[in-house]
């Protein structure tokens, strides 16, 4: 059984940043992919970014590339996003999680956490 649990969200003005941190329970952290969807109001969940159990594969959407980065620290069961150049059309609930049953990009993953909302203001 894994539990995960987002920190770090908040508002923010357009421009700015926020660090999102997801802490992880469960001895086997280090073996799994970890992703991060988030999902506005009257949206569908869309994905963010994912990163491999060892950080050698690293995906994100094309609305955030080169502006969010994902990381992980396994040592510490974390996994990390570092959310820069923030626009008004990032505000959303963020999700993280872990074990995809699928492709990483799709929104069906095993363990769930139960969300951070990040508002970015205009």
């Known amino acids: 059984q894994v539990q995960l649990v987002e920190s770090g969200g908040g508002l923010v003005q357009a421009g700015g940043s926020l660090r999102l941190s997801c802490a992880a329970s469960?001895?086997?952290?280090?073996?799994?992919?970890m992703a991060w969807f988030r999902q506005a109001p009257g949206k569908e969940r869309e994905f963010v970014a994912s990163?491999?159990?060892?950080?050698?594969?690293?995906y994100y959407a094309d609305s955030v590339n080169g502006r969010f980065t994902i990381s992980r620290a396994n040592a510490k069961n974390t996994v990390f996003l570092q959310m820069n150049s923030l626009k008004p059309e990032d505000t959303a609930v963020y999700f993280c999680?872990?074990?995809?049953?699928?492709?990483?990009?799709?929104?069906?993953?095993?363990?769930w956490g139960q969300g951070t909302q990040v508002t970015v203001s205009s």
């Open positions: 999680a872990a074990v995809p049953r699928d492709v990483v990009v799709k929104p069906n993953y095993v363990y």
């Open positions: 469960g001895h086997t952290f280090s073996t799994y992919p």
């Open positions: 990163i491999s159990w060892s950080g050698g594969s690293i």
